[in-house]
């Protein structure tokens, strides 16, 4: 089956800290890898997307890798800010290999709360 | 962005309703998605859609049906309303020139 993992499950971290959030996934077969960021009861906000044949995307104090062969993908925030506080997301879109349904594949998150 | 409204925004109902949550796009995407979060969980597929003719079930789609009834409009209905469907539904859009997909803000669903 194919699966999403993060690790940790919630993280806190002082102001001004750089942190690392981690996905990884069961299958390599991957179309690409998206990572977003959901602030409570709130929609998801793409941050950074990594296509199957790229290593790292990079947005302002955001950069994503990712490591096809062992399975997995980091994001790297420099610097945290408060701002930063929420869940964040990773999720794949598998190749669609015998008929395997479309979509993304998300894992469940790590609740960041950056203190001031 | 691909301006993808969801409505309600919230309901409340009671088990054993039915209920529809409608989802609308203005750019023109042929593939339309429904995904279900439940607390501390990522989101899991539901059902998706090609195009009108093109329904697929996801993950979890026992209890729910959905209708394409135009290109802009995918809605996702739950024939009769259980307790554990209570969620935050979130319906998706795929940009093929991006590559990604883009959600829409969410319907807060509370089933009592």
């Known amino acids: 089956k194919q699966e999403v993992t993060q690790i940790p499950a919630a993280l806190s971290v002082p102001e001004g800290e750089n942190l690392v959030l981690n996905c990884s996934f069961t299958?390599?077969?991957?179309?690409?890898l998206q990572w977003f960021r959901q602030d409570p009861g709130k929609g998801l906000t793409s941050l950074l997307l990594?296509?199957?044949?790229?290593r790292e995307q990079t947005s302002g104090r955001l950069n994503a890798s990712l490591d096809k062969s062992s399975g997995r993908s980091t994001l790297y925030i420099a610097a945290s800010q408060p701002g930063d506080s929420a869940t964040y997301l990773c999720a794949v879109k598998w190749f669609r290999s015998g008929g395997g349904a479309d979509g993304l594949t998300f894992g469940k998150g790590t609740h960041l709360i950056i203190q001031p | 962005d691909a301006d993808v409204t969801q409505t309600p925004r919230n309901r409340i109902t009671k088990t054993g309703k039915r209920i529809m949550l409608e989802c609308s796009q203005t750019?023109?995407?042929?593939?339309m998605y429904w995904y279900r979060q439940d607390p501390g969980l990522g989101l899991r597929l539901i059902y998706y859609?090609?195009?009108?003719?093109?329904?697929n079930k996801g993950e979890i789609s026992d209890g729910y049906s959905v209708s394409r009834q135009a290109q802009a409009k995918f809605s996702l209905s739950l024939e009769s309303a259980i307790p554990n469907q209570t969620a935050l539904y979130f319906c998706a859009v795929w940009d093929i020139d991006q590559e990604t997909q883009y959600f829409g803000p969410g319907t807060r669903l509370l089933v009592l």
């Open positions: 750019k023109g995407h042929d593939r």
């Open positions: 859609s090609f195009d009108v003719k093109d329904i």
């Open positions: 990594i296509q199957s044949s790229q």
């Open positions: 299958d390599s077969a991957i179309y690409n």
